[in-house]
């Protein structure tokens, strides 16, 4: 069973900063590109930054550039999103997602809530 489970959210005040984590269990860490997604109240889920699999390459969505930086663990089958000079447009539910390089099967996490809020 595939489980991806996020945490590290919560209420940050402007200028602050998060640290989100995703252990994965159940696959093979190292086959899959990971992301962080991010879905804003009324708005669709958006990608905020992305590793590949040996975690050389790195991409991020323009708002986050210079804020946001992901990084992972092969070992310890995780990912994480270190966050910092956070904004009220920062706020939203962080989805962690895992793709296979080879099959191009895709995995999702339930949701972590960021609230940046003064």
């Known amino acids: 069973q595939v489980q991806l489970v996020e945490s590290g959210g919560g209420l940050v005040q402007p200028g602050e900063s998060l640290r989100l984590s995703c252990v994965v269990s159940g696959l093979t860490f190292s086959r899959y590109s990971m992301s962080w997604y991010r879905q804003a109240p009324g708005k669709e889920r958006a990608m905020v930054a992305g590793?590949?699999?040996?975690?050389?390459?790195?991409n991020y969505a323009d708002s986050v550039k210079g804020r946001f930086t992901i990084s992972r663990d092969n070992a310890e089958n995780t990912v994480t999103l270190q966050m910092i000079d956070l904004k009220p447009d920062d706020t939203g539910v962080y989805y962690c997602n895992a793709v296979s390089f080879y099959t191009k099967d895709e995995y999702w996490g339930q949701g972590t809530q960021v609230t940046v809020s003064s």
């Open positions: 590793i590949t699999m040996n975690g050389y390459k790195t």
